[in-house]
């Protein structure tokens, strides 16, 4: 399975008619394929919203998508309020669990990490020992690399019911000395991977969303 998450940036104050609208035109596209989450930007930058949607691969995207503009149905009466686009592929690692409709926030922190070329077999090493540590404390809802668009990206979301039990997960996680998983993978011998930047946001789901 492949996830195309694509976020654009919107004029201030156009969020609410721009969501109106999408969530309108959705209702008909979903008959080709279905949003796995639909969110806008609540810390962060301002006035953005990522949407994600699951295929089987490049092929199943491309020939949805070219049904849909062809019956006229899709894309969304809303590019006047676009400022900037942007389309990336993201391939889950093999403890990345699907996404399916239902209630995992309604907070959601979106972290993307860039890294060093190479640096994924290390990421991949570390994530895969040091996620069930984390797992005792909460759920991770997608932990995904890029494979189209910005190269060399590495995305990990996660649920939270609120801001404080995000605090809370987050102070018990780092206490036990094996998160994040580059301590645990020092502790042990190993090495942490090498990152160009880090950036965080907290996402909210639109009514529409399939994922609250």
Same mark, same amino acid.
């Given at each position: 399975?492949?996830?195309?998450?694509?976020?654009?940036?919107?004029?201030?104050?156009?969020?609410?008619?721009?969501?109106?609208?999408?969530?309108?035109?959705?209702?008909?596209?979903?008959?080709?394929?279905?949003?796995?989450?639909?969110?806008?930007? $609540? =810390?962060?930058? %301002?006035?953005?919203? *990522?949407?994600? +949607? #699951? !295929?089987?691969?490049?092929?199943? &995207? /491309?020939? @949805?998508?070219?049904?849909?503009?062809?019956?006229?149905?899709?894309?969304?009466?809303?590019?006047?309020?676009?400022?900037?686009?942007?389309?990336?592929?993201?391939?889950?690692?093999?403890?990345?669990?699907?996404?399916?409709?239902?209630?995992?926030?309604?907070?959601?922190?979106?972290?993307?990490?860039?890294?060093?070329?190479?640096?994924?077999?290390?990421?991949?090493?570390?994530?895969?020992?040091?996620?069930?540590?984390?797992?005792?404390?909460?759920?991770?809802?997608?932990?995904?690399?890029? $494979? =189209?668009?910005? %190269?060399?990206?590495? *995305?990990?979301? +996660? #649920? !939270?019911?609120?801001?404080?039990? &995000? /605090?809370? @997960?987050?102070?018990?996680?780092?206490?036990?000395?094996?998160?994040?998983?580059?301590?645990?993978?020092?502790?042990?011998?190993?090495?942490?991977?090498?990152?160009?930047?880090?950036?965080?946001?907290?996402?909210?789901?639109?009514?529409?969303?399939?994922?609250?």
């Amino acid at each position: 399975m492949i996830y195309e998450v694509r976020t654009y940036d919107l004029k201030p104050q156009s969020l609410p008619e721009f969501e109106k609208r999408f969530g309108e035109a959705y209702e008909k596209r979903k008959k080709y394929s279905e949003l796995a989450a639909f969110w806008h930007t $609540e =810390i962060g930058p %301002l006035n953005q919203i *990522v949407h994600v +949607w #699951p !295929y089987k691969n490049i092929e199943e &995207r /491309d020939r @949805i998508r070219a049904a849909a503009v062809k019956d006229k149905i899709w894309p969304p009466n809303a590019g006047e309020f676009i400022v900037r686009m942007q389309s990336d592929i993201m391939i889950p690692f093999n403890f990345s669990p699907e996404i399916k409709p239902g209630k995992m926030g309604p907070y959601f922190e979106m972290r993307t990490y860039t890294y060093l070329p190479g640096e994924l077999p290390v990421i991949q090493k570390n994530w895969e020992s040091a996620i069930p540590v984390r797992l005792q404390f909460g759920p991770v809802c997608a932990v995904w690399y890029s $494979e =189209i668009g910005a %190269l060399n990206k590495f *995305v990990h979301i +996660w #649920p !939270y019911a609120s801001l404080d039990q &995000r /605090d809370d @997960i987050r102070k018990k996680a780092q206490a036990t000395g094996s998160w994040p998983p580059g301590k645990k993978a020092q502790k042990e011998g190993g090495r942490n991977y090498q990152l160009f930047s880090q950036e965080n946001k907290i996402l909210m789901p639109s009514s529409f969303s399939p994922l609250q």
